[in-house]
């Protein structure tokens, strides 16, 4: 019986990190999209703040901050209660997500080839 290769875990790369910082305070950056994913994913603050580990008042300070920080609700919710509660995002929560994972992309691609030459001529 033909043993299964062992597939190597990928190679760490060099990356970018992208945080918005809007000419009124408010920031944007991976954990507040990650955020937003995870209640898109999940239809609930609570659980998305369980999937990445933070508590629900975290998760909802971030939401809030999101909210007034672009003057507009990314996140809509609904009360609890015999039909459950539950939260969504809205469509400027979907094209916050869109737009930053968009531009992310495009940054990483431009900056990686330049920080990959900078590594190696550190390296000698």
Same mark, same amino acid.
């Given at each position: 019986?033909p043993?299964?290769?062992? $597939? =190597? ?6 990356r ?10 408010a @920031?944007i %950056? =991976?954990? $507040?999209?990650?955020? +937003?994913?995870?209640?898109? #994913?999940? %239809?609930?603050?609570?659980?998305? %703040?369980? $999937? !990445?580990?933070?508590?629900? @008042?975290r998760?909802?300070? +971030? ?6 920080? !672009?003057?507009a =609700?990314?996140? *809509? ?7 459950? /509660? /539950?939260a969504?995002l ?5 094209? +916050?997500?869109k737009?930053?994972?968009? +531009? #992310?992309? *495009?940054?990483d691609?431009?900056?990686? =080839?330049? !920080? ?9």
């Amino acid at each position: 019986m033909p043993r299964l290769a062992h $597939k =190597p875990a990928p190679l760490p790369r060099h990356r970018v990190t992208l945080r918005l910082d809007l000419a009124n305070g408010a @920031r944007i %950056g =991976p954990g $507040k999209i990650a955020l +937003l994913e995870a209640i898109a #994913e999940t %239809g609930s603050i609570s659980a998305a %703040g369980r $999937k !990445l580990k933070m508590s629900y @008042r975290r998760a909802w300070d +971030l939401v809030e901050a999101l909210n007034s920080g !672009l003057g507009a =609700p990314v996140v *809509q919710t609904a009360t609890g209660g015999a039909g459950g /509660g /539950g939260a969504h995002l809205t469509p400027l929560g979907t094209a +916050l997500i869109k737009e930053y994972r968009s +531009l #992310e992309r *495009q940054i990483d691609e431009a900056a990686l =080839p330049r !920080l990959e030459a900078l590594i190696a001529a550190a390296r000698g």
